[in-house]
């Protein structure tokens, strides 16, 4: 199994260019996970998707964040526009839902996104 | 909102110590709990995964305990190695809100291994 792939894996951009993260799940998982990494905030969770579908986006910081999720195998994070407090690393992540307590998430290398 | 605490936040030991991390949180209404080993630049790996109604689970060197009633968690390796210097993440998965599978994590600690 390939695992949960990202792209790009370094990003570099303006302030005020679009940025778009790309991330394909584990094959027969079912859940999609984005997270976003900082020194100040730690991990949190940014958007989640079940069977494709958002689900909790309440973590999703502003409107200039979207998340959209066209079929089972790919997944985008776009910031448009992006700011210098965007700059982070964004882990995308998948599990297979079954419902019970033994659910566990596995993770993508992440997209380390500068923006200056 | 469910906080999660891990301490300490940095950890520097000889090889061949054990040693025991610490996660604390403060809901103890979860589904789970994970340890998580994240290696520079690189994503999270998960090690254990201790349901509700276990207490322990192990693997190798590796041992997590789990007490909910005082919201605690601990993860303990044996025979520390130069390999396992890492950040070491502990999270919960929370069963409030209907949003079983959101997982919140602690702040990580930061393991050296010195050989």
């Known amino acids: 199994d390939a695992g949960v792939i990202q792209s790009p894996r370094h990003e570099v951009t303006e302030m005020g260019q679009e940025v778009t993260l790309r991330c394909k799940p584990i094959?027969?998982?079912?859940?999609l996970f984005w997270y976003r990494q900082t020194m100040m905030r730690g991990l949190e969770l940014l958007i989640y998707?079940?069977?494709?579908?958002?689900?909790?986006d309440s973590g999703m910081p502003e409107d200039r964040f979207s998340a959209k999720m066209p079929n089972a195998s790919f997944s985008t994070l776009k910031i448009q526009p992006s700011e210098p407090r965007d700059s982070a690393v964004y882990f995308c992540?998948?599990?297979?839902?079954?419902?019970?307590?033994?659910?566990?998430?596995?993770f993508g290398p992440g997209t380390r996104l500068l923006v200056l | 909102k469910q906080e999660v605490t891990q301490i300490p936040a940095a950890l520097s030991v000889p090889e061949g110590e054990n040693l025991v991390l610490n996660c604390s949180f403060t809901?103890?209404?979860?589904?789970?709990l994970q340890w998580f080993r994240q290696d520079p630049g690189k994503g999270l790996t998960s090690l254990l995964l201790?349901?509700?109604?276990?207490r322990e689970q192990t693997s190798g060197r590796l041992n997590a305990s789990l007490d909910k009633s005082s919201g605690r968690s601990t993860l303990y390796i044996a025979a520390s190695q130069p390999g396992d210097s890492a950040t070491y993440l502990c999270?919960?998965?929370?069963?409030?809100?209907?949003?079983?599978?959101?997982?919140?994590f602690g702040s990580g600690t930061q393991l050296t291994v010195l050989p």
């Open positions: 992540a998948s599990s297979r839902t079954s419902g019970g307590p033994q659910e566990t998430q596995y």
């Open positions: 998707f079940n069977n494709n579908v958002p689900i909790d």
């Open positions: 809901d103890s209404a979860i589904y789970n």
């Open positions: 094959s027969g998982h079912n859940s």
């Open positions: 999270a919960v998965t929370l069963i409030s809100s209907g949003s079983a599978r959101q997982l919140t």
């Open positions: 201790i349901q509700s109604s276990q």
